[in-house]
């Protein structure tokens, strides 16, 4: 086990769920702390009976909505020009504000439920939505699901598959990505069928 997965596996079995939401959480506001691999850790210490995979799930869905939150304040209350100017000092650069920028121009409000799948976007995902003053209660609703579906995914891949973390993470790649493409798949169906739902003639003789 890697120096650096071994600390944080120290610090969850030792902290537990505080840290999950800590980790997950900072991600929300730009702090490129691994989130992610903290979720996975506990959910294989869950698995391990030291951890319940549930208080795992829950505890890193708060996180994403807490940290997402705040993020989301930062970005509309601090703007680009702030961001830019002092996020070089938690690892914004202003390149990676710009892909998630255009990561947003390119799927809209989906991109915060998307997003949580790929690691750059789902460090600035929240800030680039306080920037563009998306409504918070639109905001507030795709992160929800976002950070609930997220955490229960790779929780359980952490809880099946975690007696071989470094092996996991290397994966992880592969597995957000296409979990994104089902997410985004998922989305675009329900916004369609809900389009197709209101346009639905309403019968004569219903009136």
Known sequence: ????????????????????????GAEGVGLPLPGETALLTA?????RGHLSIVGVIVAASIGVVIGGSLGYWIGQTAGQVVVVRYGKWIGVTPARLEQTQQFFARYGARAVLVGRFVPIVRILASIVAGISNMPFARFSIYNAIAGVVWSVIFGLLGFEFGHNLPVLEDRLGEIGIAAAIVVGVAAAGFLIWRHFRKEKPTPAGSR
Do not use: D
């Open 43 to 47: 959910a294989a210490l869950a698995a």
């Open 1 to 24: 086990m890697p120096g650096s997965l071994h600390h944080l596996h120290h610090l969850i079995a030792r902290y537990g769920y505080a840290v999950v939401a800590l980790f997950v």
